[in-house]
């Protein structure tokens, strides 16, 4: 069966320092693979998705970018952290084709001081 | 663009209490319609889904009705319990590759 694991679970991070998010699914090849954030009282916002390695599309202008280095591997990153990236992070893979339904992790709780 | 709007929150309801949250949508063309539940400090989970017109989807109890006359989705349950208090989402996806949120609902369920 399919597993999708995201780690670290809660972070604590001062303003200005780096951030580093890892996600990785297990039981299936080619995922796509979805960062999405949920900040305080909003709604999901989608960060960026990939359709494969290498591959990195962009939604929305902002502090934070993505890697796929491997195929089931998927990271979220930040050089600076700003206030304003704190929230609930998650991370989330599709079956290619599939009519949308996407397969959350845990997630992982940022909160930047 | 594609956009979900569901009904704000918070919600709360005694045990057995029939609820309802509305869910519309604006999209061109035929999405599929998703529900998605999250409970507390968990990722979310998919509750159900419809793929087309009149289309019923339904799990543990609750459904929902893909109506394209009046592009809604509205999620039903009719007798709730304390385990179903969590945060509701109602998705839409068009292209088969990304999903549109709503702002999620917070349901509370007391004893």
């Known amino acids: 069966s399919q597993t999708i694991h995201q780690w670290p679970a809660t972070l604590v991070q001062p303003v200005g320092s780096p951030l580093s998010l890892e996600c990785t699914v297990e039981?299936?090849?080619?995922?796509?693979l979805y960062w999405y954030r949920q900040a305080a009282g909003r709604g999901l916002q989608l960060l960026f998705y990939?359709?494969?390695?290498?591959?990195i599309s962009s939604e929305v202008p902002q502090n934070l970018s993505a890697s796929r280095p491997q195929d089931r591997q998927f990271i979220l990153s930040s050089k600076k952290l700003l206030l304003s990236d704190s929230g609930f992070y998650l991370c989330?893979?599709?079956?290619?084709?599939?009519?949308?339904?996407?397969?959350f992790g845990e997630g992982s709780r940022l909160t930047v001081l | 663009g594609d956009s979900v709007t569901q009904m704000e929150g918070p919600v709360t309801l005694s045990e057995e209490a029939f609820l309802t949250i509305n869910c519309t949508y604006t999209?061109?063309?035929?999405?599929?319609l998703f529900w998605y539940v999250q409970y507390p400090g968990e990722g979310l989970q998919l509750l159900l889904k419809?793929?087309?017109?009149?289309d019923k989807g339904s799990n543990k109890g609750f459904e929902a009705t893909y109506r394209k006359e009046t592009t809604s989705f509205h999620l039903e349950k009719g007798s709730v319990q304390v385990s179903d208090s969590a945060v509701y989402f109602c998705?839409?996806?068009?292209?088969?590759?990304?999903?549109?949120f709503g702002a999620g609902t917070t349901v509370t369920v007391r004893a």
């Open positions: 419809a793929t087309k017109a009149d």
């Open positions: 999209a061109t063309g035929y999405p599929s």
């Open positions: 990939s359709v494969g390695i290498g591959q």
């Open positions: 998705a839409l996806s068009r292209s088969r590759l990304k999903l549109s």
């Open positions: 989330a893979w599709s079956v290619p084709g599939n009519t949308g339904e996407l397969f």
């Open positions: 039981g299936t090849s080619n995922p796509n």
